[in-house]
Structures are given as C-alpha cells and as structure tokens.
C-alpha cells in the first residue's frame, strides 16, 4: 500500500518519518525498555482495505514489539482489536528469514481484512520486564491482502 498521505504518530522518542523513509539503518523506537501501551500508529488519507502490517526487522533483531496489538479504526470511527493470524509456523519463518536473509526479513502481523482508517500496533498489556529492549521499526508496510 503507498505510504505517502499517511499521518504517523506514537509513543516513541524520535520521528515517527523513519519508519517509512527506505532505509532500514534508520529506524523509529521506543525508550529503553518498551512498555505496555507503546505505539505507532498510521491514520490513511481515506478509508482502505487492511489485511496486515509489515514490520522491517534490522538490526538490533530482538527489537520487537513484545506481545503486540494491533488496533485498527473502522469507517465507523469505532476502534477493535485485531485477532493476528501468529502462530508457531508463522514465527519460526520470521526467525529462520532473520538467520537467512537478516536484511530482508519482516514480520507480518495479518488479520482478516478490513475497512480501515487507521491502524495501530501496540505493545500489548501484561507485567513489564526492565530487561525487555527498546521496539524499534526500520521499516512499516500496510498490506491489502496477504497470505
């Protein structure tokens, strides 16, 4: 999906622009450690369809959204939480493309289509760790449709 006409925010401590200028060396990120709550979020420039977001994987790797959320706002205005399609098979791919192909690797969060005028991900609720690392986004796609 094209990225221009997006509006970004978060909860991150540099500009969200870098998760969507093609360079995975400069990335967006939280502070150190990521907490429950922290989020990037994408508001369209009109109402699309959504099936899953791309998360650019570079280095540092274990630079991931612990426990992430995705929140998508509907043509209604209403927000609802996503169910991701990330089981056992879908992570190990992620970990075997990270091992294969480090910079090229991205982790798709998919979810059944839907009408959106927003998403968010975010770093879903449960105890903090002081040991978990930032999250960072070299790179973020939004997909149509994905398999």
């Known amino acids: 999906m094209p990225r221009d006409g997006w509006t970004l925010s978060s909860s991150g401590i540099n500009k969200e622009d870098r998760a969507r200028d093609g360079d995975r060396r400069t990335a967006w990120h939280t502070a150190l450690p990521q907490r429950p709550g922290d989020y990037f979020e994408v508001r369209l420039p009109g109402v699309e369809t959504v099936a899953a977001v791309g998360l650019a994987l570079d280095y540092p790797y274990d630079e991931l959204p612990r426990n992430p959320v995705v929140v998508v706002e509907g043509e209604d205005g209403a927000r609802r939480r996503m169910e991701i399609a990330d089981g056992a098979a879908e992570r190990r791919a992620v970990l075997d493309a990270l091992l294969a192909r480090p910079r090229e690797a991205e982790w798709a ?16 609720w449960r105890e903090e760790d002081p040991s978990w690392p930032a999250w960072s986004v070299p790179e973020l796609q939004l997909y149509r449709s994905c398999r």
């Open 109 to 124: 969060l998919r979810f059944p289509p839907v009408r959106a005028r927003a998403v968010r991900i975010q770093v879903g």
